[in-house]
């Protein structure tokens, strides 16, 4: 069996399992409760297991889901080992995007920019 997983999902599922709560994992990841429970719920539809308890404060791992936590934590420690052997100096890089007033742009950004570079 396949599975067309996607990371913010796994992202998703990793943060309740360790907050032990949807409401704590929205408020941690930045989504409304209701994102954090379409998440959970297309994950568990693709893997076809309940992942989660749902109990009267918060959730806990089902036994798949133990499994499934096992294996979502080992994705991101390989995750990470890519990560630091692409960029083993550490050096941040990606992108940045910023907004400023003409005069702003004119006066400090232009130095600030080549600085950066």
Same mark, same amino acid.
Not at 87 to 114: D, K
């Given at each position: @069996? ?7 999902? +796994? ?9 032990? &709560? ?6 941690s %990841?930045?989504?409304?409760?209701s994102?954090? &429970?379409?998440?959970?719920? !297309? $994950? ?6 309940? +992942? %989660?308890?749902? @109990?009267?404060?918060?959730?806990r +791992?089902t036994?798949?889901g133990?499994?499934?936590h096992?294996?979502? %934590?080992?994705?991101?420690?390989? @995750? ?5 052997a ?9 992108? !940045?995007?910023?907004?400023? &007033? !003409? %005069?702003? $742009?004119? &006066?400090?950004?232009?130095? +600030? @920019?080549?600085?950066?570079?």
């Open positions: @069996m396949t599975y067309d997983l996607a990371m913010y999902q +796994l992202r998703t599922f990793r943060e309740v399992a360790r907050l032990g &709560s949807f409401t704590k994992a929205a408020k %990841l930045g989504y409304a409760q994102s954090i &429970s379409a998440h959970i719920q !297309a $994950l568990e539809s693709h893997v076809g297991f309940k +992942l %989660l308890q749902r @109990m009267p404060r918060g959730v +791992l036994t798949a133990e499994i499934f096992d294996h979502t %934590l080992r994705i991101f420690h390989v @995750m990470d080992e890519m990560a630091t692409l960029n083993p100096a550490g050096e941040p890089a990606g992108q !940045a995007a910023v907004g400023a &007033s !003409a %005069l702003l $742009l004119e &006066s400090r950004v232009g130095s +600030l @920019m080549r600085e950066c570079r």
